[in-house]
């Protein structure tokens, strides 16, 4: 799959049924809805598909049990019906998580106890397993470095309950070629930066292909705005004295080695001194946790965590804890914005809702804002079916609720590459590792500038394979090996080559 060609397809298209601004779950999502119904669809990206919120968030595709505890039954009960439909549609990328809850306090676990009861009767016949009250032994099995005594007493016991856990900017590429496999056209790194608009409606966009300056005046029927926390500054590109909406949130993670919490079962710190919760998770051979909840006045495209938000990580888990994990024992920071509704309200950002919104301009720009990953799938179902209503296309019923995504196994496989695994193993490099403490070979590399799309270093190192997710020093490490082989595939020039090896070890030195 080349770019080039890609391109081509743009520029010979000279409409498009649907233009979908942004290439995150909400973006990718919705793309695929519309491609997967018969439309002419179109998705542009700014840099790379998940490089904003969908490729930072705490891995979990769950009903969420706060939202249970703040009354959101109607979230809790969608999003654990998604959770079933992206278990059986991408079987490579998400997988059954136990939780177990420690409880110090008796009172504890009578209210866990009965809350986590609710969160199976939602899931209804979307249940994993129920959830269950452990023995003080039975805690200590699961979770082996938990802590046997707190500030609040002895341990008395715990709670297991079960939810999801996926690989958040793989299931955005897989989403991205499953968009390519229907019939749609999904490119990166190609900003839109206008919008084009006819008697008062809007009716296409441009956009800048931010390789080769070359700009594209693109039309279409209707066009979707779903760019996250960026949405207010595409809404404004149609009604400049738009008021902003949205209330970004920061959260913040760290990742530590998996000796801090060995086995299978991830942890849930039910109540953080803020009030929030915390998990801690194995992911990726290492454990990750978070997160935060710090209101953004500003939307970088790189949010760093801040020091307050690691400390805070850190004494949290550290109470829980046998082993206290301290900052030199992160292996990884990264932080994520969440696209709140709310601007202006003044409530904190925790207390505001995590359900979509969909609105519509006066010239006719579908804007999406908030939601969650877990329920990308249900939020385009209903933007795709406003966009065809607004665009006066015909209606076809939404099909992705039964629609295995790219590379999905017949049965649970743990294997981020699914059924393309085969084609990966066949080109130059299988098998060789490119670092020691990473588990990425030079035919993966290969695969990902060949067949995902992959056009830069960081594309690699951060959504292709997780390497500066899971262990910034290794990735910092790994870049120049990386950087040799997109040279070859690409046609870099040596000077290219040692500029993007270095913007990438700058960026790994921040997540350090
Ligand atoms: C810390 C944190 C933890 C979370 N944990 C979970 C979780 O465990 N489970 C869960 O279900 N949800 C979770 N979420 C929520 C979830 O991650 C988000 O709801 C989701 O990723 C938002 O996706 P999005 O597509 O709306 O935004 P984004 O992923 O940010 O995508 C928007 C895209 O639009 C692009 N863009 C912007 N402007 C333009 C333009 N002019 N032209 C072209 N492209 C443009 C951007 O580059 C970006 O890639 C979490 C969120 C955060 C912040």
């Known amino acids: ?107 504890d676990h009578l209210v866990l106890g009965t809350g986590l009861t609710a969160y199976d009767w939602l899931a209804g016949r979307h249940s994993l397993g129920a959830s269950r009250l452990l023995s003080a032994a039975e805690t200590v099995a699961a979770l082996p470095t938990v802590r046997r005594d707190s500030a609040a007493g002895g ?17 955005a590429i897989s989403l991205m070629l499953s968009v390519l496999d229907h019939g749609g056209l999904a490119l990166n790194y190609l900003p839109v930066h206008a919008l084009r608009h006819a008697a008062g409606r809007v009716v296409g966009a441009t956009a800048r292909d931010a390789e080769t300056g070359e700009v594209f005046a693109i039309d279409a029927r209707v066009v979707i705005n779903a760019a996250g926390v960026w949405a207010d500054e595409v809404r404004r590109l149609d009604e400049p004295s738009a008021a902003p909406q949205l209330a970004p949130s920061q959260g913040a993670h760290v990742v530590i080695d998996k000796d801090f919490l ?15 919760v915390l998990f801690v998770i194995p992911w990726q051979g290492k454990v990750l946790l978070g997160t935060t909840d710090t209101p953004r006045g500003e939307t970088p495209l790189e949010p760093r965590p801040l020091t307050d938000e690691i400390d ?65 799938r249900h939020m385009a179902e209903q933007i795709v079916d406003r966009a065809e209503a607004v665009a006066g296309l015909p209606h076809h019923p939404c099909p992705t609720a039964a629609l295995p995504l790219h590379g999905s196994p017949r049965a649970p496989l743990d294997d981020v590459l699914g059924t393309d695994r085969p ?14 403490a990473l588990a990425l070979s030079e035919a993966e590399v290969r695969h990902a500038v060949r067949a995902e799309l992959a056009r830069d270093v960081e594309d690699v190192l951060a959504r292709r394979s997780r390497a500066l997710f899971v262990d910034a020093t ?36 921040g997540f350090r």
Request: a positive charge; aromatic letters at 6%; glycine letters at 12%.
């Open 1 to 107: 799959m080349k770019r080039a060609a890609l391109l081509d397809r743009l520029r010979a298209t000279p409409r498009w049924d649907v233009l979908v601004i942004g290439g995150g779950a909400t973006g990718l999502g919705c793309a695929l809805d519309a491609a997967a119904r018969g439309h002419r669809t179109l998705l542009l990206e700014a840099h790379d598909f998940a490089k904003g919120t969908s490729s930072r968030s705490t891995k979990l595709i769950h009903g969420g049990v706060r939202y249970l505890a703040q009354g959101r039954i109607g979230l809790v009960r969608e999003a654990l019906a998604e959770r079933s439909l992206l278990l059986a549609n991408a079987p490579h990328l998400v997988h059954p998580q136990r939780f177990v809850v420690p409880v110090y306090r008796q009172w």
């Open 312 to 376: 805070f990580i850190l004494s949290t888990a550290a109470r829980y804890l046998t082993r206290p994990p301290t900052r030199a024992d992160v292996r990884s920071a990264f932080a994520g914005l969440r696209p709140l509704i709310g601007a202006g309200r003044g409530s904190p950002t925790s207390a505001l809702s995590r359900e979509h919104v969909i609105q519509l301009s006066n010239g006719g720009l579908v804007s999406v804002a908030g939601g969650k990953w877990t329920t990308y």
């Open 155 to 171: 341990l008395i016991g715990g709670i297991s309950y079960m939810d999801a856990r996926f690989d958040d900017a793989r299931l």
């Open 262 to 276: 060995p086995g299978e079962s991830a942890l849930l710190i039910p109540k953080t001194p803020d009030g929030r």
């Open 423 to 436: 084609c990966v193993e066949a080109l130059p490099g299988a098998g060789l590792r490119l670092h020691p």
């Open 474 to 509: 290794a990735a910092g490490e790994a870049a120049t090996a990386v950087a040799g082989i997109l040279a070859d595939e690409l046609g870099w020039t040596e000077e290219h080559q040692r500029e993007r090896t270095e913007a990438f070890r700058r960026l790994a030195e």
